[in-house]
């Protein structure tokens, strides 16, 4: 109650301003008080207004650029643009009749999308290549990457495929299709939304019976705990320093951030995919599961299906397919794997790290692919068991090219953790030394092993708390947040992709 007291006492014009205006060192989050404050005035009004269909669909639209517009600047122009664009050759797309004009609108949305994310991700990687293979020395260009541009703009291309493939209409309007691509929980990390999937919703009426009201809360609060209490708490004070200097770290600790790497990344992506799906819930609009408890996985072909769900389908169904899938025989089955992988890595990141990590998962597939027609293994627990054990460090193992900063630390972690010698002195040491870490990462990885018919046993026992109960948990997880949060609302890791 202090706080608050203190908060009102503070308040100054000045810092109300601050409140519309974009700032580059504090983007507009989730897990954030600004958002939260609001997040409550949007909803409000977004509420009251559920019988005036026009008004309420143009109401997010502005407030979903004003959302990206506090997280990227003057850069939701290029939002817009975007949509001007793909809503444009769409439309052509879908009332051209001759085959070679379609091809030629659909070829102008790809050149024009890949063309921006080209420009704004992959300039300075193109030059820094040029300069390593031909002694160059051409300057790298000061360019900053708008957030969630790669998530739109594969949401905006499979809208323009899908009309060309004529498996979808265009929208009514333009402000509809604007609602489609810039709806504020999932435009700047997803999960990327399919517009047969979405946008028939925007046309529905408003309604949120009180069973999606519990659920969407049930997420959010489950999602703000993964993301700023398991995985800040966890990066803050362990991994980011055993990653930026390994050597300075024993083979233990080495092993030790490896496995917390595994579950921050999970509960930072999986958190934010749990609010986001939360927040379109409360709004009446029903987004997709991004992830199924992926480290359950007993195979990376299994572990793609629960990971990221919305971009690995995307992968799959744009691209693989695309390039023939496994129509065309084995051996271009097996490319196709490859490739889709090599530039999902390439489309993570703009370093060859990102691209071996692709590699690895490409050459996984294919190799599962090939020996799983002439290897039966018996169907039991302890097989299956092994099978989750490997996978899992499989793609622990993958995560260390994802999060060092370069080939050389993750060489170095690698070379710690093989001179591993089990000091039960010292390793008590370092779990009392990091009591409050460790905790946390157990508690991650007993919350992701929780069988799922626990967690929906949970969710129900949640829908029947009084509401004021549900408002009081929100508001406690929230002061949890800023109670741990050491160095401030930390960014999500997606945001740089």
Request: aromatic content about 22%; hydrophobic content about 50%; glycine content about 6%.
């Amino acid at each position: 109650m202090n706080n608050i007291i203190q908060f009102f006492q503070n308040l100054t014009w000045e810092t109300v301003m601050s409140w519309f205006v974009f700032d580059p060192k504090n983007p507009l989050l989730f897990n954030s008080a600004l958002f939260l404050g609001i997040f409550i005035l949007f909803y409000t009004i977004y509420i009251a207004s559920r019988k005036t269909h026009y008004f309420r669909i143009t109401y997010v639209v502005l407030f979903s650029l004003f959302f990206y517009y506090k997280s990227s600047g003057i850069y939701f122009w290029l939002l817009i643009f975007s949509s001007v664009v793909d809503y444009t050759l769409s439309r052509l797309i879908y009332v051209e009749t001759v085959k070679f004009y379609r091809k030629f609108y659909l070829v102008l949305s790809l050149l024009i999308n890949l063309g921006l994310l080209a420009y704004f991700k992959y300039t300075n990687f193109f030059i820094d290549n040029f300069n390593m293979l031909f002694s160059g020395n051409m300057k790298f260009e000061e360019i900053i990457l708008p957030v969630g541009i790669s998530f739109y703009t594969f949401q905006t291309l499979s809208y323009t495929i899908d009309v060309y493939r004529k498996e979808l209409e265009p929208t009514k309007s333009f402000i509809d299709f604007l609602f489609f691509v810039s709806f504020f929980p999932q435009l700047v990390a997803g999960p990327i939304v399919r517009a047969s999937d979405f946008i028939p919703q925007i046309y529905q009426k408003l309604n949120l019976t009180k069973e999606d009201f519990n659920k969407a809360l049930f997420l959010i609060i489950g999602g703000l705990i993964k993301k700023a209490v398991i995985s800040d708490y966890i990066s803050v004070n362990f991994v980011d320093r055993v990653f930026d200097a390994p050597n300075s770290y024993s083979a233990f600790e080495n092993l030790m951030a490896s496995y917390g790497y595994a579950i921050q990344i999970y509960c930072d992506f999986s958190g934010y995919s749990d609010m986001a799906i939360g927040l379109a819930l409360l709004m009446g609009f029903t987004l997709p599961p991004n992830f199924l408890t992926p480290y359950k996985s007993a195979s990376v072909t299994e572990f793609w299906r629960r990971w990221h769900i919305s971009l690995s389908s995307w992968l799959r169904d744009y691209l693989y397919i695309s390039m023939g899938g496994n129509r065309k025989g084995k051996v271009r089955t097996y490319f196709n794997l490859f490739m889709t992988m090599f530039l999902g890595g390439l489309w993570h990141g703009a370093n060859w790290k990102f691209v071996f990590w692709g590699v690895l998962h490409g050459l996984a597939l294919a190799f599962e692919r090939y020996f799983g027609q002439f290897i039966k293994l018996p169907k039991n627990a302890f097989v299956k068991g092994i099978q989750i054990l490997l996978t899992f460090h499989f793609v622990v193992f993958c995560w260390l090219f994802f999060r060092a900063k370069d080939f050389e630390t993750v060489f170095q972690i690698v070379e710690n953790i093989t001179n591993l010698k089990w000091n039960w002195v010292q390793i008590q040491a370092i779990l009392v030394g990091y009591k409050n870490v460790f905790i946390l990462l157990v508690f991650g990885f007993i919350w992701h092993f929780t069988p799922t018919s626990i967690t929906t046993k949970n969710e129900v026992l949640f829908g029947k708390l009084p509401l004021v109960i549900k408002a009081i948990l929100l508001g406690f997880v929230f002061w949890i947040v800023y109670a741990t949060a050491a160095e401030g609302t930390q960014p999500f890791i997606y945001f740089q992709f």
